[in-house]
């Protein structure tokens, strides 16, 4: 079936280490997205691309980097500078701007 | 101001009774308005896709978009357990990458 994979679903880092989320969808889209969830704050963007070695800073991107390869593959690495990382990860998916997102279920990074 | 304004609730109902969710924005060039539902833990789904104003009526939920009030509500109506999840509200501009989202409303239905 069609759709959003994420890994890790949980994940527990110490303080100073980076650590990777992956994301892959085989539903063809062209533009993918990173959302942070925190609660009582909605989803907020971090970056998004819409094509293949291309990608945009959103509304929180410090601490944050992406790359993207492959049109399946949309990788968010969190950094030792990422200040609060500790959260609720989601992956979305559209086949173009202005379409319904497609999200996976998500990774949830835990910073001891 | 935020651009999107959403009552977190929570908000418990009777199994069978219409819920009614709200929305409010700020931001006039809002064009793509969008309801998404959340189960504990997992990614949020898309449930209804609207465009400017009007209503639009999928099953038992009913999207509606007023557009001179800055408000979108959704419906759900003889609501079951299986509704309860957090709703989340969503809205575009129209040549913008953004989705605004709202905080989510908490909702539980009660057997």
């Known amino acids: 079936d069609g759709g959003i994979t994420q890994s890790p679903k949980y994940l527990f880092r110490k303080e100073g280490q980076n650590v990777t989320l992956s994301c892959e969808q085989n539903l063809n889209h062209d533009a993918m997205y990173w959302y942070r969830q925190d609660p009582g704050q909605g989803l907020r963007l971090i970056y998004y691309s819409q094509i293949v070695n291309d990608f945009q800073k959103g509304d929180i991107a410090e601490g944050y980097s992406v790359s993207r390869e492959k049109k399946e593959s949309f990788p968010l690495t969190v950094t030792s500078a990422q200040k609060n990382p500790t959260a609720f990860y989601l992956c979305a998916s559209s086949v173009a701007r202005e379409r319904e997102l497609f999200f996976g279920e998500g990774s949830r990074l835990t910073v001891l | 101001q935020k651009e999107v304004e959403q009552d977190p609730g929570p908000l418990s109902v009777p199994e069978g009774a219409i819920v009614s969710l709200n929305c409010t924005y700020s931001?006039?060039?809002?064009?793509?308005f969008m309801w998404y539902r959340q189960y504990s833990r997992k990614g949020p789904e898309l449930l209804m896709y609207t465009y400017s104003s009007g209503n639009k009526e999928d099953g038992r939920f009913t999207a509606q978009v007023d557009k001179s009030s800055k408000y979108i509500s959704l419906f759900i109506r003889d609501s079951q357990p299986s509704d309860s999840a957090t709703y989340l509200c969503?809205?575009?501009?129209?040549?913008?990458?953004?989705?605004?989202f709202g905080t989510g409303t908490r909702l539980t239905v009660i057997p």
């Open positions: 931001n006039s060039a809002f064009q793509y």
């Open positions: 969503a809205m575009l501009g129209s040549g913008a990458n953004n989705l605004f």
